[in-house]
């Protein structure tokens, strides 16, 4: 386990590296033996430096939930990371490419919740009944840590590599379709270059909403009526440039539109 000090040291770097939009170097090679619970003791008080100067937080984002990431990764369950206010953009927007290191885009659902939720003992169920709506979700990921060789002790630190979602579309309340059958073409200029379906998301998208909140009991932590959670990609990542207009259709529940400028 790292001291507080170095704890510190790697928040205020990482804080530093979105400001400047330079990447570091990976913590790993630095650090041989950070851990996990390491990452998220970073993440914690990177968040909390984001909330003293002002930044609200109004969600959480669940990464590496399809079985083709953990097997990429080599990992066996998801990670999460924070939402703030800023984060949350319309479709229809212009996106400042330059904001943003390396960006790609992920296929998603966003989960509003109408009442808190909080774990041990968190179940799918529970989710469902939480649930104000979902809503189809872009998620731009965003590097403050340089990509080659990432492990998921890097990602983690680095907020899961959050970096803004895009919303749209049509909300629907949780049970008016079944929403492991929700699909969606993504288009990058007019070209298909992923579909997907919401069951590759640990075979119902709310489970990574049920996981969460389990997870940040152990912290005393939970979920708050008004969060809006991203509850992870049904496509792989897609890399995006400047210029590039983004166009995800989700069928029934509409489209989500966006350019990088």
């Known amino acids: 386990m790292l001291d507080p000090a170095t704890i510190e040291a790697i928040a205020d770097e990482l804080l530093e590296a979105a400001r400047t939009r330079t990447p570091v170097p990976l913590l790993t090679a630095r650090y041989p033996g950070m851990t996990v619970e390491d990452s998220y003791a970073v993440q914690r008080l990177w968040r909390q430096r984001h909330e003293d100067a002002g930044r609200e937080l ?15 990764t080599g990992i066996t369950e998801p990670d999460y990371g924070a939402i703030f206010d800023d984060m949350v953009l319309e479709t229809g927007c212009s996106v400042a490419w330059d904001r943003y290191t390396h960006p790609r885009v992920e ?14 003992g968190c179940t799918l169920f529970d989710v469902l009944n939480a649930t104000d709506y979902v809503v189809p979700a872009l998620e731009i990921l965003d590097s403050r840590i340089e990509m080659e060789g990432r492990t998921i002790v890097d990602t983690i630190a680095d907020n899961a590599a959050m970096g803004a979602m895009v919303v749209g579309g049509n909300p629907v309340r949780p049970d008016a379709v079944d929403l492991r059958w929700v699909s969606a073409i993504l288009y990058r200029n007019q070209t298909v270059e992923e579909t997907g379906v919401a069951a590759g998301v640990l075979d119902h998208p709310a489970a990574g909403v049920y996981w969460l909140a389990n997870k940040i009991a152990a912290h005393g932590d939970g979920m708050k009526a008004g969060d809006i959670i991203l509850a992870g990609s049904f496509t792989r990542p897609l890399w995006v440039s400047r210029g590039d207009t983004i166009h995800a259709d989700y069928g029934p529940l ?6 990088f400028e």
């Open 254 to 259: 509409g489209a989500i539109t966006c350019r």
């Open 58 to 72: 109004v969600g959480r984002k669940i990464g590496l939930t399809s079985r083709a990431m953990q097997q990429a």
């Open 107 to 120: 296929v998603e659902l966003a989960f509003v919740l109408k009442q808190d939720l909080a774990g041990p």
